[in-house]
C-alpha cells in the first residue's frame, strides 16, 4: 500500500469525509512526529500495535555470482 492509497482509505473512514490531500497532509504530520520521537527517544511504541525503532545490523557478506569475489553489502 503506498501513501496515497493510505489516504483514500483514511478518508473514507474519517468521520468528517476529508479530500484526500487533507488526508495526505494529516498522514505526512504523524509520519514526520513519529520520525521525531525516533529522533529523541530512540523508539515509539504504540500500545498494541507495535514499535517504531531503528535496528542496526552487521553487514552481509554475499558473493557475486559470475566471479565468485566476496562483498560486503
Same mark, same amino acid.
Given at each position: 500500500?503506498?501513501?496515497?492509497?493510505? *489516504?483514500?482509505?483514511? #478518508?473514507?473512514? #474519517?468521520?468528517? %469525509?476529508? #479530500? $484526500? $490531500?487533507? *488526508?495526505?497532509?494529516?498522514i505526512?504530520?504523524?509520519?514526520?512526529?513519529?520520525?521525531? +520521537?525516533? *529522533?529523541?527517544? +530512540?523508539?515509539?511504541?504504540?500500545?498494541?500495535? +507495535? $514499535?517504531?525503532?531503528?535496528? *542496526?545490523?552487521?553487514p552481509?557478506?554475499?558473493?557475486?555470482?559470475?566471479? %565468485?569475489?566476496? $562483498?560486503?553489502?
Amino acid at each position: 500500500m503506498n501513501k496515497r492509497d493510505m *489516504a483514500k482509505l483514511y #478518508s473514507e473512514m #474519517s468521520p468528517d %469525509r476529508l #479530500s $484526500i $490531500i487533507k *488526508a495526505e497532509d494529516e498522514i505526512n504530520e504523524f509520519l514526520e512526529t513519529v520520525k521525531e +520521537g525516533i *529522533a529523541i527517544d +530512540g523508539e515509539v511504541r504504540f500500545h498494541k500495535r +507495535g $514499535i517504531f525503532e531503528i535496528l *542496526a545490523r552487521k553487514p552481509r557478506v554475499v558473493a557475486n555470482p559470475v566471479t %565468485r569475489e566476496q $562483498i560486503k553489502q
